[in-house]
């Protein structure tokens, strides 16, 4: 198993041609044992490895909030159908992903990453890196509130390509961080919180006020040995939730614990959104909707793009549990952080199999000091 300091086995500038290989060279193939090596679920054919859909037109008294808590709870993800994001939008949008994945390497590697640690452009996030092996996928991560100036670097001449890439990305934007909001206020409502009297209603305010979005593009390339590959290691999202956009291609599972432990596929359906729980979501929330490890795989015949559209606080913003939510039964589980001190002590987890959750948990003795 790598341990935490396992040396970066390559820098997160450096490019790597796919398309080239006709087998999975030494520097990706992940052999011997893994982390969370548990069976694959046969199909959908038992009720509880079926991925619960939440509908957000079913609004008849809170019932789309209900079923949403209910998946977050549970799951810690769901497909969301419903949302009202244009289906000829999400096509375009993937189509400019490929295009610009498809671009040469000169294109790509002038946006690349800075090495050492750059939170945007072409290559592998930083806290990939700490893996021993390399992750059969090509990436590319930028603020949802920089995609013009991200971009000149890729299209200096911000020609054509430039323009029509741009304008997908902004107007997925724009529906997405409107999506964001209304998942987050229906979540608040289904918690009990919009109501919750005191400071709470305040705090809900601003997290609604002050959601950050980060956008990231996916490609995993067909593969000659998908059993060998892995596409994206598994990992909880850190910030708030994450929606996912998911070409048809399936590829992204979610580690479910109980009865058995085992990785559940998540379907490829047209037009619905996956939203995915992340840590500070958990934190915010006590505990009571939960991150969920996930991971995506690779096959052998078809590329596969996917979008997440991470959503999370102000860099600044300290997170810990919300009043009404520790009310709500329990004593505060966890100290408040920010999501910058967060992924700086989760990234010393990567590749083990701690989760940085409980870095930040409120030990036994520290409630009693408190008291
Ligand atoms: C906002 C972010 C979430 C992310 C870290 C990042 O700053 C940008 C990249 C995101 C990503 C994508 C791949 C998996 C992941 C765990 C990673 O290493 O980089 C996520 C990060 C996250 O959710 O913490
Ligand atoms: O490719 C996917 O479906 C999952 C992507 C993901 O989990 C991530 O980028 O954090
Ligand atoms: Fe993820």
């Known amino acids: 198993m790598p341990s935490p300091t396992s040396p970066p086995v ?22 011997g044992p893994q982390e969370y090596d548990h069976p694959v679920a046969a199909g959908h054919e038992l009720e509880h490895d079926v991925v619960p859909v939440v509908d957000m037109r079913d609004d008849d008294d809170g019932a789309a909030a209900a079923a949403a808590a209910r998946a977050a709870e549970e799951w810690g993800a769901f497909l969301l159908v419903g949302h009202g994001v244009p289906g000829e939008l999400l096509a375009r949008v993937e189509d400019q992903a490929a295009r610009l994945f498809a671009l040469p390497e000169p294109d790509k590697a002038r946006a690349a990453r800075r090495p050492g640690g750059g939170s945007s452009g072409y290559g592998v996030p930083q806290y990939l890196l700490r893996y021993p092996k390399r992750m059969w996928a ?55 919180l919009a109501a919750a009297a005191g400071d709470d209603d305040d705090t809900e305010r601003k997290i ?49 614990r109980r009865p058995s432990e085992r990785w559940v596929t998540v379907p490829g359906v047209a037009g619905a959104l996956v939203v995915v729980v992340g840590d500070l979501f958990h934190v915010l929330t006590n505990g009571r909707f939960h991150s969920v490890l996930h991971r995506a795989v690779v096959n052998r015949e078809r590329d596969r793009i996917s979008l997440p559209y991470f959503l999370g606080p102000p860099a600044h913003m300290k997170v810990a549990p919300l009043a009404a939510a520790v009310a709500l039964g329990r004593k505060a589980e966890y100290r408040a952080v920010t999501w910058p001190e967060y992924m700086a002590m989760r990234e010393t987890t990567f590749g083990t199999s701690l989760s940085a959750l409980t ?13």
């Open 359 to 371: 870095m930040i948990q409120v030990k036994p003795e520290e409630e009693s000091e408190e008291t």
């Open 138 to 192: 090509e990436g590319y991560t930028f603020p949802a509130a920089a995609i013009r100036s991200e971009f000149r670097r890729v299209w200096p001449d911000a020609g054509d390509d430039y323009v029509s890439f741009c304008a997908a990305m902004d107007e997925y934007h724009v529906e997405m961080r409107a999506l964001g909001r209304k998942l987050l206020a229906m979540f608040f409502q289904a918690l009990g």
């Open 208 to 256: 609604l006020d002050t959601l950050t979005a980060t956008m990231h593009l996916n490609l995993y390339p067909k593969c000659p040995d998908p059993e060998l590959a892995v596409g994206l290691a598994a990992h909880t999202d850190s910030g708030f939730f994450t929606f996912i956009m998911q070409s048809p291609v399936p590829g992204l599972q979610l580690l479910r």
């Open 10 to 31: 390559q820098n997160n500038a450096d490019y790597f041609d796919f398309r080239a290989m006709e087998r999975v060279p030494e520097s990706h193939a992940w052999t």
